[in-house]
C-alpha cells in the first residue's frame, strides 16, 4: 500500500484539519467530526444535513455552502457516523424552519439518521424530515442496502433542493423536492481496480488484470457480474442499457448526465467516456441539457466510473442553474 499517511488511524481526523485549514468558509467541530458552513445556523431557513463513511471526497464534505448542504458528519473510512454525531449536527443547523436529512440507502446511515432524529427531536423539538436517495439500478438488495444503493443522485439532489432552501421554501416542500429528484435519477457504476482501505492495507477486492466489475457499489460491493476488459464504447453501453431500461428519460426539459470518476480515473477518460454515453443518449433521443464531468462521489483508489441520468423539467433546470459556492460546485455566486 502506497498512501499520503501517516497513521491509518488518524487519517479521518488530520483531513478534516486539512479541509478546515484550505476552507476558511467551513467550520468543523473536531471532537464530533462536523462540518458547518460558517454562517449556520441561517435564520428562517431549512438546514440541510446529509453524510456518511469518508473515501468518498468530495462527497460529502465538499458540497456544504450556500446553495447545497449546511453541516455534513464524517464517520471513518466506508464507516456511517453515529447517531450522537447526527443529532448534534441537526440541533446546531436548525434555523427554526426544520432540518431535511439527505440520507444515501446503507444500511447504518439509514438506521443512524433515524435514530438522530428521533434525539434532535427529543432534546430540542426539532422538527426533522427524511429522505432516502436510492438511485442505483445495478442491484436491487445487497449486503450493505436494504433495496436499491444511493449513488451518484446525491449530487443534484442536493445541489437543486440546496437551490430550493436558499429561497425561503418549507420542509416538507423541500422534502417533497428531493424524492422528485430521487425518483428522477438513475445510475450504474464499474470498476477498473478495487480500491484499498488504510486500515486493512490490501486491496477491497481480488479483480484480475483482465476483468471489469459491472455495476459496482461506492465501497467496493459486488456488482452485476464480472466481465473481460471492454473497450470504452462497450463499457458505457453496459452502463447506460439499464439506465434507459429502467427509466423513461425523453420529454421534458431534457437530462442532466452526471459521468462520475470513482477515484483513480483520469479526466483524460472521462471525458472521453462522456463523448460515449452522449452519442448513445443521441441515438435514444434523449437530450443531455446539462452535464457533470469529474470524480464527485469517489472509492477511495478505486479506477472505474459511474453514470447518472437525471431528467429535468423547468423547475429543476432553474434551480440546477442557480447559484452554489461550495468546494465542490461552485457556479453564479
Not at 38 to 63: I, N, Q, R
Not at 117 to 130: F, I, K, P, S
Not at 197 to 212: N, R, W, Y
Amino acid at each position: 500500500m502506497k498512501k499520503l499517511l501517516n497513521d491509518p488511524a488518524d487519517l479521518v481526523a488530520e483531513s478534516l484539519r486539512g479541509v478546515e485549514r484550505a476552507h476558511p468558509e467551513l467550520r468543523v467541530d473536531h471532537e464530533n467530526r462536523i462540518i458547518y458552513r460558517a454562517d449556520a445556523p441561517v435564520s428562517g431557513k431549512v438546514g440541510l444535513l446529509s453524510g456518511g463513511g469518508s473515501g468518498h471526497e468530495p462527497a460529502h464534505a465538499g458540497f456544504i455552502g450556500p446553495g447545497m448542504l449546511d453541516a455534513v458528519c464524517a464517520g471513518e473510512v466506508f464507516t456511517s457516523p453515529v447517531p450522537d454525531q447526527m443529532a448534534e449536527a441537526t440541533k446546531n443547523i436548525d434555523g427554526g424552519a426544520g432540518v431535511l436529512h439527505l440520507v444515501w440507502n446503507y444500511t447504518g446511515d439509514v438506521m443512524n439518521f433515524d435514530m438522530a432524529a428521533e434525539l434532535a427531536a427529543a432534546e430540542t423539538d426539532t422538527t426533522v424530515e427524511a429522505v432516502v436517495m436510492n438511485d442505483d439500478v445495478a442491484v436491487e438488495d445487497s449486503l450493505f442496502t436494504a433495496g436499491r444503493r444511493g449513488t451518484g443522485a446525491a449530487i443534484p439532489v442536493e445541489k437543486i433542493v440546496g437551490a430550493a432552501a436558499e429561497q425561503g421554501r418549507s420542509l416538507s416542500e423541500l422534502a417533497d423536492l428531493a424524492r422528485r429528484v430521487n425518483d428522477n435519477s438513475r445510475s450504474m457504476g464499474m470498476a477498473l481496480t478495487s480500491c484499498t482501505v488504510p486500515a486493512k492495507g490490501s486491496p477491497t477486492f481480488d479483480l484480475p488484470e483482465d476483468e471489469i466489475e459491472i455495476g459496482i457499489g461506492i465501497h467496493g460491493e459486488p456488482g452485476r457480474r464480472r466481465v473481460p476488459l471492454a473497450s470504452a464504447h462497450d463499457i458505457a453501453q453496459m452502463l447506460v442499457d439499464p439506465v434507459l431500461a429502467d427509466r423513461d428519460f425523453t420529454g421534458g426539459e431534457g437530462v442532466l448526465v452526471f459521468v462520475n470518476g470513482m477515484g483513480a480515473t483520469p479526466m483524460l477518460e472521462l471525458y472521453l467516456m462522456y463523448n460515449e454515453v452522449a452519442a448513445l443518449l443521441d441515438k435514444a433521443g434523449i437530450v443531455p441539457v446539462r452535464t457533470l464531468v469529474g470524480p464527485y462521489v469517489t472509492s477511495l483508489d478505486m479506477a472505474g466510473c459511474s453514470v447518472t441520468i437525471t431528467r429535468l423539467d423547468d423547475e429543476l433546470l432553474r434551480l440546477w442553474d442557480a447559484p452554489v459556492a461550495t468546494a465542490g460546485l461552485r457556479w453564479g455566486m
